[in-house]
Structures are given as structure tokens and as C-alpha cells.
């Protein structure tokens, strides 16, 4: 049976679509998702597959980037996702963390730990790291990154005693929380970071932003292990809690001192 593979990457304003067919990624498509996200998703995966002579239901996998990071955007990522999988039968889901697609856009970067940081409001960050997957036969350099551990909501102190050294850190969080760039500037804390070479236009990606290709490459070794999401339980990630919620909890907090 034909495998025909979309990745979608809309978790930040960089969005992405790719098209893989046999297990080779046959074609990319970048936009700029910071408004319009559905609009514009829709119409660049309907060009993609057309051009290639394809059409929705001969879409086998879909592999979709869940967060965290834009609200709207990954809900139009994820419901894209999940309209696709329910209308043709068939489909299968992965959900590819966002700081698993970031991560491995470094892949190919010369680092011993990595820290993906996005930004999670106020004095917090939304950290996870990741180790070299130590089953290939790769170079060092070349292996997959794996998740060392489940992610954290952290401030920058407690990431800065967390982290392991030498470290990398990448992520779109950075440029939120400056105290990380200054103390990569110490030689003594042994911090690089990843994104220093950031670019300034929307289609020339930073290294600290995750893209289509990465969600692809990432989702295509969770599918290798069967990781498949149903549909119906696909779920955007979010860094932490709504405003709502959490005054909500505290309200409830406060409630049950008072008895």
C-alpha cells in the first residue's frame, strides 16, 4: 500500500506543511501562520497534494505538532488533524511534541545535553531536555534527540541549577528570558546557545523554531513504534493552565483555608 505522509507545524508563526510519499519527503511548504492560521493551512495542503496528483484520501498518516506554543494555531493544527483523520478511514495520528520537533532541528548541532525553553507567561518557561539516543550507530552527532525526563514549568534559577553541563539551549523562550543569554556569556556556567544565529524574516527559520521537516522526522520515528494517537484523542499542549483556571484554582485554594 502507498504511503502518503502530511506533517503540520503551526505552533508558531512560522508555519509548514510537508508531504512525504514512500517514506521520502517529496515536498515542503512555509507560511506565515501568526494570522489566518486555518485559511492558510488548508489552502497550502490542498495545493501541496494536488500538486503532486494527490488528494486528501490518499493521505495514509498525519503527523501534527501539539504544543506547546501559539493557542490558536495549534488548535488549527490539531483540528486540521483530526478532520482528516475522521473523514478518511484509515488515517492514522501521531502527535509530535513541539520541543521534540525543536529539538531536532539541533540534531545535527555538536552538543552533549540540550534544553528546549518556551516561554510559558510572566517569569516562567516551559523547559524540557533531551540526551543523543544512544541506540544508532551514527556519529554522536548525528543521533536522534531523546527526551531525558518529562518537561518542567521552571524560572530561569531553577533552570539554571537544573541543567546539566555543558548544556545547549534552544527555543523560542529565549528571547523571553534574557538572563539565560547572560548567562551563557559566564564560561564558567557552560551554556551555548542554539539560536544565536536567529534569522530576521519569517521565512528564513531560526534554528529555535521547529518546521514542518522536523515534525515530519520526529513524527515518522514515533510511527516506527506505533505511537499513534486516535483521533479523538489528540489534544493541543499547553505550557501552563489559562488565566481562568488558575485564578480558579486559587479561588478554590482560598475556599478550603477558610474552613
Not at 548541532?109 to 550507530?137: C, G, M, N, S
Not at 534527540?145 to 546539566?164: C, D, N, W
Not at 514515533?222 to 493552565?241: D, E, V
Request: proline share 6%; with cysteine; charged share 20%.
Amino acid at each position: 500500500m502507498r504511503s502518503v505522509c502530511i506533517a503540520i507545524e503551526t505552533s508558531c508563526r512560522a508555519g509548514g506543511v510537508a508531504l512525504a510519499v514512500d517514506g521520502a519527503l517529496a515536498a515542503v511548504r512555509r507560511f506565515d501562520a501568526s494570522s489566518r492560521h486555518a485559511t492558510t493551512l488548508l489552502v497550502q495542503l490542498r495545493e501541496l497534494l494536488t500538486a503532486h496528483g494527490l488528494t486528501p484520501r490518499d493521505v495514509t498518516e498525519v503527523y501534527v505538532s501539539v504544543g506547546p506554543g501559539s493557542f490558536t494555531g495549534i488548535r488549527v493544527g490539531v483540528t486540521v488533524a483530526r478532520t482528516l483523520a475522521q473523514a478518511v478511514p484509515g488515517v492514522k495520528t501521531v502527535a509530535v511534541p513541539t520541543t521534540h520537533a525543536v529539538a531536532e532541528t539541533a540534531r545535527a548541532l555538536p552538543w552533549h545535553h540540550l534544553a528546549v525553553i518556551l516561554d510559558a507567561k510572566d517569569e516562567f518557561a516551559y523547559v524540557q531536555q533531551f540526551e543523543r539516543e544512544q541506540t544508532q550507530a551514527d556519529a554522536a552527532q548525528a543521533a536522534a534527540p531523546q527526551p531525558a525526563g518529562e518537561p518542567k514549568i521552571l524560572t530561569v534559577p531553577q533552570m539554571l541549577a537544573a541543567f546539566p553541563r555543558p548544556v545547549t539551549l534552544i527555543g523560542e523562550g529565549l528571547a523571553y528570558h534574557t538572563a539565560l543569554t547572560e548567562a551563557a556569556a559566564d564560561p564558567t556556567q557552560r551554556i551555548t546557545l542554539a539560536a544565536a544565529d536567529a534569522a530576521t524574516g519569517i521565512m528564513d527559520l531560526p534554528k529555535n523554531l521547529p518546521t514542518a521537516e522536523s515534525v515530519y522526522n520526529v513524527g515518522k520515528r514515533l510511527a516506527h513504534k506505533n505511537a499513534f494517537t486516535n483521533y479523538h484523542h489528540l489534544l493541543p499542549i499547553y505550557a501552563r493552565k489559562s488565566e481562568a483556571e488558575r485564578l480558579w484554582e486559587e479561588k478554590q485554594r482560598q475556599v478550603t483555608s477558610d474552613k
